[in-house]
């Protein structure tokens, strides 16, 4: 008689996303997958607590005629999977079931297959392509006389009435501003700057950023703030010559052609500048996640894709790594106080332990409280109609942590997840990201 286990000891795996598989997008063999899943995760029940999909999942199960998984109606399948958005946080925190264990549960992919599905046959809003057409968006919005209008517009209560009737864009969520002087604009001297690094341990001692779609439209500062950090510490900076959205909102959206357009520009000028020595740093966890994961699922056998993957860091990992080598300088001019963060969950899930606080506790006297919850901002999510309660809902613990610290500054390493716990908060503008607090500490 064999037996199953109950749960693995064994480190996670992820298998390559089978995307370019027409299985792939057989909506019979996806609803047998999904009642497969759903049904391990019905009796499981762990991650609950984690977002709504979940508790959408077990309401559908709760209420059915046969009180299990195939009581409910498969057309109903899809109020669970438009509520994930893909943080990972069940695979990689949460979940015992997770390959190599024999039930092989990976509940964010699947639920990626499904969106998937769902964008081949139509099913998507217009509005959903708009919001994760970010290069689209931000151009447009960018340019100097339309950036004002459009700010203009977002901040006004007549205008937010109008963007919720046409595009159910919720009246009350925190929408960015957007600004014609991007980043791009700002460092133009530094776009294919060519230079020399003094190596320590895995890098290079050269950064190339990869500005992001947010950093270089929406809050161009944070990345202002990392140039003044790196070139403090003898690090020389460049930017991409070209450069697009990395392709984490169309990858939410489940518009994986769209992804590979996105790598078709990216991977060639990340691949030339990993080839001239430059090693890769993004401001925005889910970014810098797409190159470090998604992408290299989406193309195990692309070798330039892979290459990029080893060169690609997180702000804080790979100044800590820096640091690690005596290559950091810790001749602080000023303490932070008490700092507490939100770890976002693309950066937690790339598995590099707690850099960001590990690197602001280097200031002398300052402590650090981190909280390790989702905020329930992904990108677009919190600003959908539909879905704005549930985001609040779920950033309601978070926003109750910060307040509960009384600390002097708050934020997160996400600058989007700062936002909506400053706005959870009421205190709109108020959060810092870690690197404007190590610029600061810096007295630069």
Not at 3 to 12: F, H, K, N, V, Y
Request: proline share 5%; charged share 25%.
């Amino acid at each position: 008689m064999t037996t199953i286990r109950e749960g693995s000891l064994d480190a996670p795996i992820r298998h390559a996303i089978d995307w370019q598989n027409p299985r792939f997008y057989d909506e019979d063999a996806l609803n047998a997958e999904l009642e497969r899943v759903f049904d391990i995760c019905h009796g499981c029940r762990r991650c609950v607590s984690l977002c709504q999909a979940f508790p959408t999942l077990f309401d559908l199960v709760d209420e059915s005629a046969t009180l299990e998984v195939d009581g409910v109606d498969k057309a109903d399948y899809v109020k669970v999977v438009n509520h994930c958005y893909l943080c990972d946080l069940c695979y990689m925190t949460k979940c015992p079931y997770v390959p190599p264990h024999e039930w092989n549960v990976d509940f964010p992919h699947l639920m990626l297959r499904a969106k998937a599905v769902q964008y081949k046959h139509h099913k998507v809003r217009a509005r959903d392509k708009l919001l994760s057409s970010t290069d689209l968006v931000g151009t447009l919005a960018g340019i100097p006389v339309v950036a004002g209008m459009v700010n203009k517009t977002l901040s006004s209560r007549m205008g937010r009435a109008v963007t919720e009737s046409v595009l159910q864009v919720d009246r009350t969520a925190r929408l960015p501003h957007y600004h014609s002087s991007t980043l791009r604009k700002r460092y133009p001297h530094l776009i294919g700057r060519q230079a020399q690094g003094e190596p320590a341990g895995p890098t290079t001692g050269k950064v190339a950023i990869f500005a992001t779609c947010y950093g270089n439209y929406n809050e161009p500062g944070i990345n202002e703030d990392l140039v003044a950090v790196l070139e403090h510490n003898g690090i020389p900076v460049t930017l991409l010559r070209k450069e697009r959205c990395c392709g984490m909102p169309k990858l939410e959206l489940g518009d994986l052609q769209a992804v590979d357009e996105a790598r078709r520009t990216n991977i060639p000028m990340l691949k030339a500048l990993v080839d001239d020595g430059w090693d890769i740093v993004g401001m925005v966890p889910s970014c810098v996640l797409m190159f470090k994961q998604e992408l290299p699922l989406m193309y195990p056998d692309d070798d330039d894709v892979q290459a990029v993957k080893g060169r690609v860091y997180d702000p804080f990992e790979y100044l800590m790594l820096r640091h690690k080598h005596g290559k950091l300088s810790t001749a602080f001019s000023q303490s932070l106080g008490k700092v507490v963060y939100q770890a976002s969950c693309h950066q937690r899930v790339q598995n590099i332990g707690q850099k960001t606080r590990e690197v602001l506790a280097l200031v002398p006297e300052t402590t650090v409280e981190i909280i390790e919850r989702c905020s329930g901002h992904d990108g677009t999510y919190a600003v959908k109609k539909e879905f704005h309660a549930a985001a609040m809902k779920i950033v309601r613990p978070v926003a109750h942590r910060v307040k509960q610290a009384q600390a002097d500054y708050f934020g997160s390493d996400c600058p989007m997840a700062g936002a909506h716990i400053a706005h959870a908060l009421q205190q709109d503008g108020q959060q810092r990201h870690p690197i404007t607090l190590l610029r600061l500490a810096y007295g630069l």
